[in-house]
């Protein structure tokens, strides 16, 4: 399980992605319309293995993208 914070200056549709090394698309969450301002979610990771993932947080046209370590 990992905590993920992200800010947004205007409410928009979110989703959060996770890759692994290989490119395959191995986490898809829609979180749905967000106002703006600080937002909190809980990834569960119970399902993956210990490893590098990348972490991609969409809304609206901005795109994050971010290295994770997931240590079990």
Same mark, same amino acid.
């Given at each position: 399980?990992?905590?993920? *914070? +992200?800010?947004? &200056?205007? &409410?928009?549709? %979110?989703? /959060? ?8 698309? %191995? *986490?898809?969450? $829609?979180? =749905?319309?967000?106002?703006? =301002?600080? #937002?909190? /979610?809980?990834? #569960?990771?119970?399902?993956?293995? $210990? =490893? %590098?993932? +990348? ?18």
């Amino acid at each position: 399980m990992r905590f993920v *914070t +992200f800010e947004l &200056t205007q &409410t928009r549709d %979110v989703v /959060f992605r996770v890759f692994n090394l290989r490119g395959q698309e %191995v *986490t898809l969450l $829609s979180l =749905g319309a967000r106002a703006a =301002g600080r #937002h909190d /979610f809980v990834w #569960h990771a119970d399902n993956l293995a $210990s =490893g %590098v993932y +990348f972490g991609q947080l969409e809304a609206g046209d901005y795109r994050m993208l971010q290295k994770l370590v997931l240590l079990k």
